[in-house]
């Protein structure tokens, strides 16, 4: 059984910065893609950013290009999400997934497995 477990949300007042973690456990990391996604209240769960199973390759949703850094360690089964000049609109839960596939994907459905989320609020 997979499990991803996020931490480093909270608050942070615009133009701060947070750093997400996501542990994951029950397989070796090297095997995901892994993602950063977000989910504002009423709005749809969105891609944020996805890195390849050696950390050599990152993604990023235009949104948040040039101030979201994602990596990983795999020899510590753990992704990250360095969140940098943050704004309001950046508010939302933030989810980490896995994708045992091949292929850089920015769609939900095709990540595997989930976190439970951590919330980031961005205050004016």
């Known amino acids: 059984q997979v499990h991803l477990v996020e931490s480093g949300g909270g608050l942070v007042q615009a133009g701060g910065s947070l750093r997400l973690s996501c542990a994951v456990s029950?397989?070796?990391?090297?095997?995901?893609?892994m993602g950063w996604f977000r989910q504002a209240p009423g709005k749809e769960r969105e891609f944020v950013a996805a890195?390849?199973?050696?950390?050599?390759?990152?993604f990023y949703a235009d949104s948040v290009k040039g101030r979201f850094a994602i990596s990983r360690d795999n020899a510590k089964n753990a992704a990250y999400l360095q969140m940098n000049s943050l704004k309001q609109e950046d508010t939302a839960v933030y989810y980490c997934?896995?994708?045992?596939?091949?292929?850089?994907?920015?769609?939900?459905?095709?990540?595997?497995?989930w976190g439970q989320g951590t919330q980031v609020t961005v205050s004016s």
């Open positions: 890195i390849n199973r050696s950390g050599t390759s990152r």
């Open positions: 997934a896995a994708d045992g596939s091949a292929l850089l994907s920015r769609i939900p459905r095709d990540y595997d497995y």
């Open positions: 029950g397989r070796t990391l090297s095997t995901f893609w």
